[in-house]
Structures are given as structure tokens and as C-alpha cells.
């Protein structure tokens, strides 16, 4: 287990649905896809994701997921993420969730 955060620290986390408008696989990357997220009123991001060894770019586009919107920019493979989608992987790292609203529900809506 990580280290014990306060409740403070934990509501500093912006947590919003958003919608995959676009998902590519990123040339030369071994496990990194480019998605395209609209969060609603928020605008449109560019989020990097290790998650090519179990996701197809074809299978997220339209699909709402859950993202963490207000990390500090981050450079991966010469290119800004603008956030993180939340996803469960076990212990053997054979399989791994993006975690998803059980329904429809609009881009950028607040997740608690």
C-alpha cells in the first residue's frame, strides 16, 4: 500500500469523465496510445497512456472513462500528456481495467 494521504491532499485530485474522441498507438512507443479526450466545458486534452498491450485504439474511441485532469503536464516520447486515465491492473500486470461510469453520462462531470 501507498503511503497514507490526508483527506486534504485527496480532495486536491480533480477527478472528470471524458469522452475518447480520438485513440493512436504512438510510433515507437512500446506501450504508449495518444487519446484525444473531450472533457465537456473543460475542452479537449491530449492524454498519453501505457495501455497498448491490452487496449486497441478502435475499442476507446466514443467510450467515457474516468481521468485525473490537474497533474502538472507531463513529457513522454517528445510529447505533453494533460493528465491520467484511472485503470485497475493486478498483481501479474496480465490484465488491466480503465475504469468506466456504469452509464452515459456528459464529458467533464465532476467524479467524487
Request: one cysteine or more.
Amino acid at each position: 500500500m501507498s503511503d497514507t494521504i490526508t483527506f486534504a491532499d485527496f480532495k486536491k485530485l480533480d477527478f472528470r469523465v471524458g469522452k475518447i474522441i480520438k485513440a493512436e498507438n504512438i510510433e515507437d512507443a512500446e506501450s504508449l496510445m495518444r487519446l484525444k479526450v473531450d472533457f465537456g466545458e473543460l475542452g479537449k486534452r491530449t492524454i498519453l497512456s501505457g495501455i497498448k498491450k491490452w487496449y486497441q485504439p478502435k475499442d476507446l474511441k466514443g467510450k467515457n472513462f474516468v481521468f485525473v485532469v490537474n497533474l502538472e503536464p507531463k513529457k513522454m516520447m517528445g510529447e505533453e500528456s494533460q493528465g491520467m486515465i484511472l485503470a485497475a491492473e493486478d498483481e501479474s500486470s496480465e490484465n488491466c481495467v480503465l475504469l468506466a461510469p456504469e452509464s452515459d453520462i456528459a464529458p467533464g462531470t465532476r467524479v467524487h
